[in-house]
C-alpha cells in the first residue's frame, strides 16, 4: 500500500512476534477489517523513523500509557518485550514502575510491576 502501512505491518509483527504476511489476518480475526485497518495506519505514523523520540524512548512512554489505564496487561506484554529490544533495561524498567507507584497510584504500578517482572524473567 503506503510506507506508513509497511511501518504498521512491520510494528505489529514484531510486537507479536509473527511474521508480516500474517499481521492483517491476525488483526482482522480479532477485531474486524476496518479496526485492523485503522490499527496498522496508526502503528505506521507511532513508529515512524522521522520521530523525534528514540525507539527506546517510545516503547517507555507507551509501556507508561498502559500501566496507568489498568486492565490491559496482556497488551503490556510485547511492549514489555519491544522495550528490551529498543535498548531498555531491566533496572529501566522496573524504576519506570516504581515511579508510576507515586504518579499513577501503587495498584497500577504494582500489577504493571509484576507484568514486567513476569516477561523479563521469561525464557526467550
Do not use: K
Not at 485492523?36 to 507507551?62: C, H, K, N
Not at 498502559?66 to 506484554?77: F, K, N, P, S, T
Not at 533495561?89 to 507515586?102: F, S
Amino acid at each position: 500500500m503506503d510506507e506508513r502501512w509497511d511501518r504498521g505491518i512491520a510494528a505489529y509483527a514484531s510486537q507479536f512476534g509473527i511474521a508480516e504476511d500474517e499481521v492483517f489476518a491476525h488483526l482482522s480475526s480479532r477485531f474486524g477489517e476496518r479496526m485492523a485497518t485503522e490499527t496498522v495506519q496508526a502503528a505506521g505514523a507511532a513508529w515512524a523513523p522521522d520521530s523525534p523520540l528514540t525507539l527506546r524512548e517510545r516503547s517507555l512512554i507507551v509501556l507508561t500509557a498502559l500501566a496507568v489505564q489498568g486492565g490491559v496487561e496482556e497488551r503490556m506484554r510485547p511492549h514489555v518485550r519491544w522495550a528490551l529490544e529498543h535498548g531498555a533495561t531491566r533496572e529501566e524498567l522496573e524504576a519506570l514502575a516504581a515511579l508510576l507507584a507515586v504518579y499513577a497510584g501503587y495498584p497500577r504500578a504494582s500489577v504493571a510491576m509484576d507484568v514486567i517482572r513476569e516477561e523479563l524473567d521469561r525464557p526467550t
